[in-house]
């Protein structure tokens, strides 16, 4: 009964739609993007996970063709800027084409640190932080449930980035060092690493072996957050250039005139162009 | 016939859709942006006129709020990323919500230059530059039939931002000069100024009297392009900084890192945070 009553509910609204505009003027739908927003039963998180899924336009010509994937941390923040930016330069061939999964939150202070930890930035005891500490959980719930499903499901090929801002940014991070086989490039915008007494540097530290074989693309960024967080950014930064990994291609870049909100908007541009700095479109669709 | 046809069509797709992916998992639609795709048949140009409206989203507490209109040149292009941009902004409070209006382009070498001329940037003759210089027809447009159309039809407060890039950017340059009644706050990203002799320098020189009122926002920018694009450029920064006009704010920024096209990006975000440089949200809509 529910159903059939929404069903009517929506031929009701779509009628009456068309019967309000139409008389005004011709109307379309806005058709330059396509975006499906899944849900997806975790059996490793035991909960229902929404994400939304961005792909490129195709056309006659490219019905074979397959894409990188960006899988984008907050999603409900970060999704339609990162997919106007990818549609855009993608269009004007500064980088491939993409598809955008933007995972979208249930409790992002669980899934999204490394270590389990209650104190704030600000030195304080935040009891809604009990529930931290789910990286790992997170990363299988990405590496069985997530990853598979969109390589099953969408024309996906094997170039696979991972993006994330502020708790989102140490996840990315912590991802490249303990899951590394995951993905093949990295963005952390305003990573939070002053978390639980820098626990980031210290595993950064301890699993990057000094100058091994690291064969990954990595951006990380900070805006003006200045204090603690700025050093420990800066700190982190000494730590990979003094690791000297082979292969590892990174850029860090210091936005102070952008805050920890504003920021994402000009890293996440310059992360694309970082990643893809040396793309061409006759190469290779990566 | 044809619209009962249309219609059953979408009634099937509508159907169709829900059954081939209900069995995978849940599906809603991606509802974050609201777009629709208009066409009002213009008088003035005789022609029907295609353009894209994104308006903010609104709860039960901003029902009888108003909103500045971005009215935004190649539509087509741009009108994705700064959509994303001000509902982001908005959302963190760096700028009001606002409405955009993209205009789609049908023959962007009439409407968008200032003046009749078939010289190319390289010095080459172009036949198809032959219906150029229909700036002032296309405001004409604007003034009577689009602006009109939008403030009857959305809720607009009176500020209104005009924006565009290459020749997009010298026709709000033009705008300004010679209708300035009709907008508050101009962008123009990289300018054409080397068009028709710098047509638009001699213009500017002519329409801005010296140390007069001039209650406007400017921002304008230019590239990697190099050359006398680049020079046009400076030639009318300096003109601007030398008019001392009273009252207008105004910005030039210089992007060496962007090219031609990828430069609107990084270009049309620095011109919000401008144009809403001091916008608290506590104390007005603009």
Not at 155 to 178: P, Q, V
Not at 256 to 266: A, L, N, W
Not at 267 to 275: G, S, T, V
């Amino acid at each position: 009964m529910t159903s059939l009553h929404n069903f009517l509910k929506s031929l009701l609204l779509f009628l009456l739609f068309f019967n309000l505009k139409v008389n005004a003027q011709k109307v379309e739908l806005y058709n330059s993007i396509s975006n499906d927003v899944l849900t997806i039963p975790s059996k490793v998180l035991n909960e229902d996970r929404r994400f939304y899924v961005h792909v490129p336009k195709t056309d006659s010509t490219s019905l074979n063709k397959t894409f990188p994937v960006l899988y984008l941390l907050d999603g409900e923040n970060h999704f339609h800027i990162l997919s106007a930016y990818i549609d855009y330069l993608s269009h004007w061939e500064e980088i491939p084409p993409m598809i955008v999964v933007g995972i979208i939150n249930t409790d992002r202070k669980k899934d999204l640190t490394p270590s389990k930890n209650t104190i704030t930035y600000d030195g304080k005891n935040d009891t809604t932080l009990r529930s931290s500490g789910g990286n790992e959980h997170f990363f299988q719930f990405l590496q069985k449930e997530l990853m598979p499903y969109i390589e099953t499901n969408y024309k996906t090929n094997s170039f696979n980035i991972f993006g994330g801002h502020s708790f989102g940014g140490n996840t990315t991070i912590n991802c490249m060092l303990i899951r590394p086989e995951m993905f093949d490039a990295y963005i952390a915008v305003s990573p939070s690493l002053w978390w639980d007494n820098r626990f980031m540097l210290k595993q950064a530290d301890e699993k990057l072996k000094k100058s091994s074989v690291y064969n990954k693309i990595f951006f990380y960024s900070d805006g003006n957050e200045g204090g603690s967080f700025h050093t420990a950014v800066l700190k982190f930064d000494k730590l990979i250039l003094n690791k000297t990994l082979k292969g590892l291609r990174f850029k860090y870049n210091y936005y102070p005139k952008e805050s920890h909100m504003t920021e994402p908007i000009v890293a996440y541009y310059d992360a694309l162009r970082f990643i893809y700095k040396d793309w061409k479109k006759s190469t290779d669709a990566k």
